[in-house]
């Protein structure tokens, strides 16, 4: 039985006040819910991670870093480690979001390194995943989700993999509106299953799990969570309101 897990990616925005208010907001409107029958998590820009942790401190709501250096410690000028991740409080760190793929140029192989270090530093990574769009269109989704799977978590053991979440995001679906359908999202997940199963075994590939994102919102929520190997969402834009990503999360819990 994998637990739900609704997780929202605020990228670069909010501010000190309303990064605060957002994560009360939703706390209070959770109670009972997030870290309960849903686990929720926040990641917010690194600069508030302090104020948002103790925004959550009264709730069940883990917080993440949005990224992580896989050094731990050293001269990597504007780089965070996972040993600071935690000290702030955190308990997740994404690896390799699209936009770090494709704005910012990490490549399989950094991201792999970005995911041992979270392990190894007491952090749970959430290893994004998914095509472009000329890629889906030439037929390639199973072939770079099959790369990114792999070399992602090259030397995670089977014992690690407890720590890793998945998030299949069709790199087509984020931040443009265009949800991928329910269906769509459950054939590359069933197909996820599988290389985790050739990876490691039938059991574990069973107890991962694997989000889906991209332009997931209040009212897409339940038919995407109602798909059999949909565990949970990663929310960019609906995770900045609180009423959306309120609803989202009791979406999940039912
Ligand atoms: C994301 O940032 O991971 C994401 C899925 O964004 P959006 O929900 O805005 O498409």
């Known amino acids: 039985m994998r637990k739900p897990f609704i997780a929202g990616n605020w990228k670069m925005n909010t501010d000190a006040l309303g990064g605060a208010a957002l994560a009360k907001g939703i706390a209070a409107a959770t109670k ?6 849903v686990d929720v998590a926040f990641f917010p820009p690194f600069v508030y991670l302090q104020s948002v942790v103790a925004a959550v401190s009264s709730s069940l709501i883990g917080i993440g870093g949005q990224d992580i250096y896989f050094e731990q410690k050293g001269a990597f000028t504007g780089e965070i480690s996972a040993a600071m991740l935690k000290d702030v409080g955190c308990a997740y760190a994404l690896c390799g979001h699209s936009e770090r793929r494709h704005v910012i140029g990490e490549s399989d192989e950094l991201i792999n390194k970005k995911v041992l270090a979270s392990i190894s530093g007491g952090l749970l990574p959430v290893l994004c995943v ?6 889906r269109k030439a037929e390639k989704t199973n072939e770079v989700v099959e790369r990114q799977i792999r ?40 197909f996820i299953r599988g290389i985790l199963a050739k990876m490691y075994d039938k059991n574990l590939a069973n107890s991962v799990r694997i989000q889906y994102g991209g332009s997931a919102n209040a009212g897409n929520a339940a038919v995407l969570m109602s798909q059999k190997d949909i565990d949970g969402l990663l929310v ?14 009791k979406a999940a819990a039912v």
């Open 151 to 190: 070399k992602g978590l090259k030397d995670v053991s089977a014992e690690k993999m407890e720590a890793v979440t998945i998030a299949y995001e069709p790199v087509w679906a984020i931040g443009t509106g265009l949800t991928a359908t329910p269906e769509q999202a459950q054939e590359v997940h069933v």
């Open 236 to 249: 960019g834009g609906a995770s900045l309101k609180v009423d959306d990503f309120v609803a989202m999360i």
């Open 32 to 37: 009972g819910i997030a870290g309960e029958s």
């Open 130 to 135: 998914g095509e472009l769009i000329e890629e």
